[in-house]
């Protein structure tokens, strides 16, 4: 298929696929004459992956290139690749503060206490780290039965986040579900959390200064 056609087929504006090209994040299609390239099904579902990586993902060009360019490598293991997409969305977008070196000890222990395999470079420590620095700012040193919970609930998002790519067929389409359900995986998850919340405080007893108040 022609570019045009290509642009059409992926329902990306012309303009944009050229500047993908352009960027270095779309292959070369196979040129069939002097001014003529031809494009296949895999090109649509690169742009796709692209406007994805770039629109929902928010992310940069230079790291939409790093997750494409580990896509690109023979037999790499889904591991690294998923490594490489969280990096990749851990980007920071604004300033963000450094979390303490205690909250961050914390939260790796709370892994560690759950058998889990991480590195020390992983976004989501600090991300955590600066979560519980903020908690424990209004005087809430959560115990570890309540990190642990979270820990539990996180366990089980991954394990079905990582069942659903079960049922990608591509290596784009693997990376385009995990790099944008990491996006919208958050707000998702925090959405049912908001939902659990008023179904979990419907049936519970007043607060204690409440009861004060009542009385």
């Known amino acids: 298929m022609r ?3 290509l642009s059409k087929r ?3 504006p012309l303009t944009a696929v050229k500047y993908y090209q352009r960027e270095g994040l779309l292959p070369e299609g196979m040129r069939s004459a002097p001014n003529q390239v031809d494009y296949g099904d895999a090109h649509v579902q690169r742009v796709r992956l ?8 928010g992310l940069s060009i230079a790291a939409t290139k790093a997750v494409v360019a580990a896509l690109d490598v023979p037999g790499a293991p889904l591991a690294e ?7 990749a969305m851990s980007t920071p977008r604004t300033t963000e503060s450094t979390p303490s070196e205690e909250s961050r000890d914390r939260i790796v222990a709370i892994t560690r ?8 470079e992983n976004p989501g420590i600090s991300a955590a780290a600066r979560a519980l620095d903020g908690l424990l700012a209004i005087r809430f040193d ?7 919970a979270y820990a539990d609930a996180a366990a089980t998002v991954a394990a079905a986040d990582l069942r659903a790519l079960d049922d990608r ?4 389409e693997v990376a385009e579900l995990m790099v944008v359900g990491t996006v919208l995986g958050d707000p998702l998850f925090a959405g049912l959390r908001r939902l659990a919340h ?3 405080t419907h049936t519970r007893p007043p607060t204690s200064d409440t009861n004060r108040a009542q009385s």
């Open 3 to 5: 570019i045009s056609e």
């Open 10 to 12: 992926a329902n990306v």
């Open 50 to 57: 692209i406007r994805a990586l770039l629109q929902t993902g």
């Open 81 to 87: 690749t998923f490594e490489v997409a969280q990096h």
């Open 113 to 120: 206490s759950h058998g889990w395999h991480i590195s020390v």
């Open 142 to 148: 959560p115990p570890d039965s309540y990190l642990g």
């Open 169 to 172: 067929g591509t290596l784009d």
């Open 198 to 200: 008023e179904d979990a």
